[in-house]
Nanobody, 134 residues
Framework: QVRLQESGPGLVKPSQTLSLTCTVS??????????WSWIRQAPGKGLEWIGY???????AYRPSLKSRTSISRDTSQNQFTLQLRSVTPEGTGVYYC??????????????????????????WGRGTQVTVSS
C-alpha cells in the first residue's frame, strides 16, 4: 500500500516562499514510470496541477506558475518537495501530493497546461491547508 503524506507550514506570508514536502512510503519515487505531482485546490475552485517530478528526476510545471515553482526530491528519504516563491493570497488552499503512472509512449499526450488527468492518479495524500496571509 502506497502512502503519501504532505508536511509543511500552514501559514505563509505574502511574497514569501511556500515549501511543502511529500513523504512516500510503500513504494519508491524512483520506480519506472511514476510521476509525483503537486496539486492544489483554492476555496470554491477545482483542482489545479502545479507540477511534477518524475521517477528519473525530470520536472514539468504549469506554465502560469513555472517561473515561481521548483520541485525537487531526496531519494534517500523517499520525499519530494514543492517550493512556490513570491506567494500571494491567491495561493491559499489545500495542497495535495499524488502519484500517476505514465508510460513512455503516452508522455507526449499529457497536457502541458493541466498536467496528467486527475482521474489517472492512483494515490493521493490527505492534503494540507496552506493560508497565505499577513
Amino acid at each position: 500500500q502506497v502512502r503519501l503524506q504532505e508536511s509543511g507550514p500552514g501559514l505563509v506570508k505574502p511574497s514569501q516562499t511556500l515549501s511543502l514536502t511529500c513523504t512516500v512510503s510503500g513504494g519508491s519515487i524512483t520506480t519506472n514510470y511514476y510521476y509525483w505531482s503537486w496539486i492544489r485546490q483554492a476555496p470554491g475552485k477545482g483542482l489545479e496541477w502545479i507540477g511534477y517530478i518524475s521517477y528519473s528526476g525530470s520536472t514539468a510545471y504549469r506554465p502560469s506558475l513555472k517561473s515561481r515553482t521548483s520541485i525537487s526530491r531526496d531519494t534517500s528519504q523517499n520525499q519530494f518537495t514543492l517550493q512556490l516563491r513570491s506567494v500571494t493570497p491567491e495561493g491559499t488552499g489545500v495542497y495535495y501530493c499524488a502519484r500517476v503512472l505514465i508510460a513512455p509512449a503516452r508522455l507526449s499526450l499529457v497536457s502541458d497546461d493541466r498536467g496528467p488527468e486527475i482521474y489517472e492518479y492512483d494515490y493521493w495524500g490527505r492534503g494540507t491547508q496552506v493560508t497565505v496571509s499577513s
